[in-house]
């Protein structure tokens, strides 16, 4: 597994609200300088006023996070867990994607959703 985190929009709301576990969850990863990725489809659900979410906006632009488009091969990929799993989530299965690739575990407050996706998933419970 490699150091960092792929956050859900569980997270980045827990952020924008300045949940602790959240909060200590990048401080964590900031002092290891950890990789934090952030599906695109995640930062379009969170992300609803970028002049009020200070935090969340702070987070995209640090040279440790990394902002993953939802490009052709993704898309792809996302239909073909989503055909496998029987559901319909396309951010959630995005995010799957986004950790298997980053070999990451996923900070999320949606645990059942993504372990339907993948069983074999480390999840971070929020």
Do not use: F
Not at 3 to 17: H, K, P
Not at 32 to 38: L, M, N, Q, V
Not at 66 to 93: E, K
């Amino acid at each position: 597994m490699t150091l960092g985190v792929t956050l859900d929009a569980g997270a980045l709301i827990g952020l924008d609200r300045g949940d602790r576990r959240v909060v200590v969850l990048l401080a964590r990863a900031r002092e290891t300088s950890a990789r934090i990725t952030i599906p695109a489809t995640v930062l379009a659900q969170a992300m609803r006023n970028p002049a009020s979410q200070a935090r969340l906006a702070r987070l995209v632009r640090q040279p440790t996070t990394d902002l993953i488009a939802l490009d052709r091969v993704d898309a792809i990929g996302v239909g073909r867990l989503l055909a496998a799993s029987g559901t319909t989530d396309v951010v959630d299965a995005h995010v799957v994607l986004c950790a298997r690739r980053a070999g990451q575990a996923v900070a999320t407050s949606d645990p059942d959703a993504l372990r339907h996706l993948d069983p074999s998933l480390t999840l971070v419970r929020l």
